[in-house]
C-alpha cells in the first residue's frame, strides 16, 4: 500500500480573514491518521505564524482536547495556529502496556510539515503540550525530536522509567509541566512505571543545566476550589531555556481552568493551564539554541540541489538506511535502500519541488529537493 505524507483536506481554502477549523487526515505508515487545525481569528497566508500540538489523554479524542482546553480562544488572541490530533485507538505510543503502537513520532513530525506546507506554520516555533497520555507524548518528542520541538508543556504526564533512560536530547528543550498533587490517575508521586514529578523536573534540569535550587513563589488563591498552585523556576539554563513546575496543591487528574469536566478530582480555576502554556512557550525558538545546535549529528548534504540527471549523493554522519521520495501532492514515488551506499540512482523527475526522507532506526529527515529536468 502507498503510504501518503500530506494533507488531504476535507475542506481548505486559499485565503484566510477569520478564524477557520479544518478537518484534515491523510495515510502515514498504512494508517489514515486525522486531526483538527485551527487557524487564529488574524490568520493570513502570507504569515509564518507559531503551531502547538495539542495531544489528547488516553481514551480522549482531538475533539475533546480542543473542547475542554479553549485553546481555540487563546490562539485567537495571540496569533498561533493550534492542532489537535487523534492517536491510534484513542491513545498515543509512549511505552504503555496495551497501549497504541503507531508510529506516532513519525506521525507528528509529518504533520508538522504537512502544515509548514499548508499553512506556512514557522518551524523555528513548533511546540508540544498533552494532557495525561499527551503529556508523555510531549516528552517523549523533547527526548527524541529537539531539534524540531522549540518547547514542551506536559500537564498530568510524566515519563515512562524506560523512556526516561533512553532519553538523550543533546539539546537543551525549556520544561513547563503543570500537575496535581492529588493526581490519582497519573501519580505525581509516580509508581506503575511512571517517574515522580520531581524525577522528571530533576531529569530535565540535568538535560538543560538548571541551577540546583529553584525560585518558589505562591500564586493568588483567586477561586476557592480547594486547591492552589506553587510555581517553580529553574533559570537561567543552558541556551537561554528554563523549567519551571506549575504544582497544583490538592490538584487532580485535569486540566487547570477547563472548559467542562477534562479528569478526576479538582480542577483548579485559579490559573488557566492554556494561558500559561502560551505565556511560557511563546519565548523559545529554536534558533535561540545555538552551541549545542552545532554539534547534532544530522547535518545532511544531499548534492545536486537543484537536481540535473538522476544521480543523486548523500554526505551524512547518520548512517541513513533508506530514502524515500514524494512529489507535493504526497504520493510515493519510489523507495531506495541507502545502508550501504551514498549514491542514490533517481528516476526521471519532471521539473518541479519533490521531497526527500531519509530514515533509520532512530530518526528521520525531510529534505526539499528541485529538479530542473
Not at 481514551?59 to 480562544?73: A, D
Amino acid at each position: 500500500m502507498k503510504k501518503y505524507l500530506f494533507i488531504l483536506l476535507a475542506a481548505f481554502q486559499t485565503t484566510a480573514t477569520f478564524s477557520q477549523l479544518i478537518n484534515g487526515s491523510f495515510q502515514f505508515d498504512g494508517l489514515m491518521r486525522t486531526y483538527n487545525v485551527y487557524l487564529p481569528a488574524d490568520y493570513q497566508p502570507g504569515n509564518s505564524l507559531p503551531l502547538i500540538l495539542a495531544l489528547h489523554g488516553y481514551t480522549q479524542t482531538g475533539q475533546s482536547m480542543m473542547t475542554f482546553s479553549g485553546f481555540n480562544q487563546v490562539a485567537d488572541t495571540a496569533g498561533f495556529v493550534v492542532v489537535y490530533p487523534d492517536g491510534i485507538g484513542n491513545a498515543w505510543n509512549v511505552g504503555f502496556s496495551g497501549g497504541s503502537t503507531a508510529d506516532d513520532v513519525g506521525f507528528l513530525l509529518a504533520l508538522t510539515d504537512t502544515l509548514h506546507q499548508r499553512y506556512n506554520i514557522d518551524y523555528s516555533r513548533v511546540y508540544a503540550t498533552g494532557f495525561s497520555n499527551g503529556g508523555f507524548m510531549s516528552y517523549r518528542l523533547a527526548c527524541e525530536t529537539p531539534d524540531r520541538i522549540a518547547a514542551i508543556a506536559p500537564v498530568a504526564g510524566t515519563m515512562t522509567v524506560e523512556s526516561a533512560a533512553s532519553c538523550a536530547p543533546g539539546l537543551s528543550v525549556p520544561v513547563l509541566h503543570i500537575h496535581g498533587t492529588s493526581d490519582f490517575v497519573v501519580s505525581y508521586n509516580g509508581g506503575f512505571g511512571n517517574l515522580s514529578v520531581d524525577q522528571v523536573i530533576n531529569l530535565w534540569n540535568g538535560f538543560n543545566q538548571c541551577p540546583v535550587q529553584p525560585t518558589i513563589e505562591n500564586l493568588p488563591d483567586i477561586v476557592a476550589e480547594g486547591s492552589t498552585v506553587q510555581r517553580y523556576t529553574w533559570s537561567p539554563c543552558s541556551d537561554d531555556s528554563r523549567v519551571v513546575l506549575l504544582k497544583v496543591i490538592n490538584g487532580g487528574h485535569t486540566w487547570p481552568g477547563s472548559v467542562g469536566v477534562t479528569g478526576i478530582g479538582i480542577t483548579n480555576r485559579d490559573i488557566n493551564a492554556s494561558s500559561e502554556i502560551w505565556n511560557f512557550v511563546k519565548d523559545f525558538s529554536r534558533p535561540l539554541i545555538t552551541s549545542a545546535y552545532a554539534v547534532l549529528p544530522s547535518q545532511t548534504l544531499v548534492y545536486p540541489n537543484p537536481l540535473t540527471g538522476n544521480l543523486l549523493r548523500i554526505n551524512s554522519a547518520d548512517n541513513w538506511q533508506t530514502a524515500e521520495f514524494f512529489d507535493v501532492s504526497g504520493r510515493e514515488i519510489f523507495e531506495q535502500d541507502i545502508s550501504e551506499n551514498s549514491l542514490i540512482q533517481v528516476p526521471y523527475l519532471e521539473a518541479g519541488i519533490y521531497f526527500l526522507i531519509l530514515k533509520n532506526e532512530k530518526k528521520r529527515e525531510i529534505i526539499k529537493l528541485i529538479s530542473r529536468n
